[in-house]
Antibody, heavy 123, light 107 residues
Framework: EVQLVESGGGLVQPGRSLRLSCVASRFTFDDYAMHWVRQAPGKGLEWVAGISWNSGSIGYADSVKGRFTISRDNAKNSLYLQMNSLTAEDTALYYC????????????????WGKGTTVSVSS | EVVLTQSPGTLSLSPGERATLSCRASQRVSNGFLAWHQQRPGQPPRLLIYGASNRATGIPDRFSGSGSGTDFTLTISRLEPEDFAVYYCQQYGYSPLTFGGGTKVEI
């Protein structure tokens, strides 16, 4: 069974940075695009960023553009999210999610979700 | 950005009843690139339907999706106790990918 395990969440002060990681297993990681999706406490799902298999196609939600950077290391079966200039509005459970496709982060559906890692931004 | 509006916000039903959930897009969804995800309390989402009407692997046939253009529907033919959850539609044809606000199906 495909597995996605997120880590790196925690409590951070406003304006600081945090880096999330997601380790993938039981599938060929570099065959698929990947995503980060977040869910604020008691709220719905919000797509954050997506990346194609070779990092050639990358996209961000407007709410994080210029502050967050998605990246991947196919040799390590790992996906990352570098989050800078954090605000209270970034407080959420962050899910790593696998795409069904390869070449673009859009035009393919999300087919597997990790369990998430919690980010809390507060002074 | 494609805005997805789900209705109703909450659906109160009993086991064995039929549930009909709606998702309306602010513009035509490219190639029917619409998915439905289920989220049970305390759990991550799970893919139910992709391409508007295709069931994901392992999803029971009581779940069905339909629609095209801007109007989509998820139907649960006979509710089982484990189906009481929140359901999200999501479009993946345009960037940014977007989700609807969710429909909670409660007892």
């Amino acid at each position: 069974e495909v597995q996605l395990v997120e880590s790196g969440g925690g409590l951070v002060q406003p304006g600081r940075s945090l880096r999330l990681s997601c380790v993938a297993s039981r599938f060929t990681f570099d065959d698929y695009a990947m995503h980060w999706v977040r869910q604020a406490p008691g709220k719905g799902l919000e797509w954050v960023a997506g990346i194609s298999w070779n990092s050639g196609s990358i996209g961000y939600a407007d709410s994080v553009k210029g502050r967050f950077t998605i990246s991947r290391d196919n040799a390590k079966n790992s996906l990352y999210l570098q989050m800078n200039s954090l605000t209270a509005e970034d407080t959420a459970l962050y899910y790593c999610a696998k795409s069904s496709g390869t070449y673009y982060y859009h035009n393919y559906y999300i087919d597997v979700w990790g369990k998430g890692t919690t980010v809390s931004v507060s002074s | 950005e494609v805005v997805l509006t789900q209705s109703p916000g909450t659906l109160s039903l009993s086991p064995g009843e039929r549930a009909t959930l709606s998702c309306r897009a602010s513009q035509r969804v490219s190639n029917g690139f619409l998915a439905w995800h289920q989220q049970r309390p305390g759990q991550p989402p799970r893919l139910l339907i992709y391409g508007a009407s295709n069931r994901a692997t392992g999803i029971p046939d009581r779940f069905s999706g339909s629609g095209s253009g801007t109007d989509f529907t998820l139907t649960i033919s006979r509710l089982e106790p484990e189906d009481f959850a929140v359901y999200y539609c999501q479009q993946y044809g345009y960037s940014p990918l977007t989700f609807g606000g969710g429909t909670k199906v409660e007892i």
